[in-house]
């Protein structure tokens, strides 16, 4: 089930197997995993069952760093309502595209800074999780730019 | 191989911040009747209809359907077609492929959208993984806003590279009486007094880091038509019909996360696509004129690269020598392009209807000052996707 905040949505939505695999272990460990193709040995986070490049099946998880590097991002400055929530995102705030060490996709998400001189492409960042997790990305809190 | 297709009439209304007169069945009705105009043809004439917008932007569906009597379609055959910002680009596609299929002589492609009526960064972020994006997804400028930070890291371009591209597309937009924004101040400064005046300028405000203000495209509300129609009828119908010489698209990635922002990987391949149909092997000498969806302003300086107009970093040397004004050896939108209208449904197929207008010698003001032989339209959405179409005067091979 997802939340959004302190609303709910009338709607449920279903992850793959591999899906559910991350959210749990991220959820029940503060583990991140992602999948490795056989063929092009690509790690995909988050994980799912076929690597569209070469279009074959995918069955071996990997464990994956909480660490990485900022691949890109921005400063969001502009206010606007979280469809997710109905509330508006507080600004400014850190967006980034994070490379985990491990895989080779990125994970989308906040970060904890919006200072120009930390924030930048290559810096290093680690997973902040939230003390109570529900099973959602949100059980990140965002990522600490290091 | 399927049948020779042309452009043969386009249509678009006046593109505006907000078209609180009409009603979107109207806005798209207004632009059907120009479209049918141009061509001297009338409703009866059309075949089949091919019609999209982002519909769930303002919060709608069925858009086919409830728009049969404002585009036409009533006891016709149509087709919704919805591909993000490639919306207009798709709708020309499948409208072509009708025809070049020889089941349709003449089908009219009809792409629009009302922002004012919509909640554009809600329904962008909407459109993403509910699972896995919604949740931090910053709409479309920050999803820009990301790209641009890879392209400076990576090849040192500046700000002032940014609102290069920024100010030709404002410049060209004076010249284009359907442009959204108008901004007449800019009239008889010289582009790189612009540059510094935008970049210097404090009322100029950050939207997303490096993106400001003058580095993005506007809501807009606006609609378009075109109408392809056959080989035998084509040449009847317009005295010098934009015949579609290569199409192609690109589509990759499963998560937003999985995009390598590093290069625009799909409009590179729809592009080489594109070429190796049309037989073109350097695009910079070989094309007249480019209509692009460059929804921000560092697009103009990466994506030209990925198309293969020059090599990776080259963007900014094309852009400060003058290389896509409308004197230069290959200009970029004469419309204004994106960055001057965004009726997000409608813009890429006003990017086909303007290349359409540019090789039939019929772009008025924005007319570039020499005959067209080949015109390459472009449309970007979703994420990162890409649709090509390329018109031509010849008919192709």
Redesign the interface.
């Known amino acids: 089930m997802?939340t959004s905040g302190d609303s709910s949505q009338p709607?449920n939505?279903t992850?793959d197997e591999y899906?559910s695999t991350f959210?749990r272990e991220m959820r029940d460990h503060k583990k991140l995993v992602g999948i490795k193709c056989p063929k092009c040995g690509k790690v995909?986070?988050?994980p799912?069952p076929v690597c569209?490049q070469c279009y074959v099946g995918m069955n071996e998880i990997v464990p994956v760093s909480d660490e990485g590097e900022i691949?890109?991002?921005?400063?969001?400055?502009?206010g606007?309502?979280?469809?997710?929530t109905g509330v508006q995102?507080p600004v400014p705030h850190g967006?980034?595209?994070?490379k985990l060490d491990g895989a080779d996709?990125?994970?989308?998400?906040?970060l904890d800074s919006v200072d120009?001189v930390k924030v930048?492409?290559?810096a290093r960042v680690k997973a902040v999780f939230e003390p109570k997790r529900t099973g959602?990305?949100?059980d990140i809190k965002h990522f600490k730019v290091l | 191989m399927g049948k020779r297709v042309a452009v043969v009439g386009y249509g678009q209304t006046y593109q505006r911040s907000s078209r609180k007169d009409v009603n979107g069945v109207e806005l798209i009705n207004e632009a059907v009747r120009v479209a049918l105009a141009d061509a001297e043809l009338t409703i009866k004439d059309i075949d089949a209809i091919v019609i999209g917008n982002m519909d769930h932007f303002e919060g709608i569906n069925y858009v086919d359907m409830w728009s049969a009597e404002g585009s036409g379609a009533v006891m016709k055959p149509v087709m919704k077609v919805t591909t993000g910002g490639t919306t207009g680009t798709s709708v020309a596609m499948c409208a072509y492929y009708h025809v070049a299929s020889g089941m349709f002589d003449k089908v009219l492609a009809i792409g629009w959208e009302k922002n004012s009526e919509s909640d554009t960064t809600g329904a962008i972020i909407t459109a993403f993984h509910p699972v896995w994006e919604r949740p931090n997804l910053g709409g479309a400028v920050a999803g820009l806003a990301i790209e641009a930070s890879k392209y400076m890291h990576d090849y040192g371009a500046t700000e002032k590279d940014g609102a290069r591209v920024a100010v030709r597309e404002r410049l060209h937009a004076l010249n284009n009486p359907y442009a959204h924004l108008h901004q007449e101040w800019m009239k008889g400064i010289p582009p790189d007094q612009l540059v510094d005046l935008i970049v210097g300028s404090e009322q100029n405000q950050l939207l997303a880091y490096p993106l400001r203000m003058s580095d993005m495209c506007p809501r807009t509300d606006g609609a378009a038509a075109v109408i392809f129609a056959v080989e035998g009828k084509a040449e009847k119908i317009a005295p010098i019909p934009a015949w579609v010489q290569a199409t192609a698209n690109r589509h990759n990635f499963v998560y937003a996360g999985d995009v390598d922002m590093a290069r625009n990987t799909t409009i590179a391949e729809a592009s080489q696509a594109v070429f190796r149909k049309a037989g073109i092997k350097e695009p910079l000498k070989q094309i007249d004129v480019c209509e692009l969806y460059l929804p921000y302003s560092y697009a103009g300086l990466k994506w030209i690269e990925d198309i293969g107009f020059c090599g990776y970093g080259e963007g900014p040397r094309l852009l400060w020598d003058g290389v896509t004004d409308m004197d230069g050896e290959m200009p970029i939108n004469p419309s204004g392009g994106v960055m001057s209208s965004n009726a997000i449904g409608a813009t890429a197929l006003i990017r086909v209807g303007e290349g359409a207008l540019q090789v039939m010698g019929r772009a008025g003001a924005r007319q570039v000052n020499r005959k067209v032989n080949l015109a390459f339209c472009s449309g970007f959405g979703g994420c990162y996707w890409a649709d090509i179409m390329l018109l031509g005067r010849k008919k192709p091979a």
């Open positions: 997802v709607f939505w992850v899906g959210l995909y986070v988050p799912r569209g691949y890109v991002f921005t400063i969001v400055h502009f606007f309502v979280d469809p997710n995102r967006y980034a595209f994070i996709t990125c994970l989308t998400h906040f120009p930048k492409v290559g959602s990305m949100m």
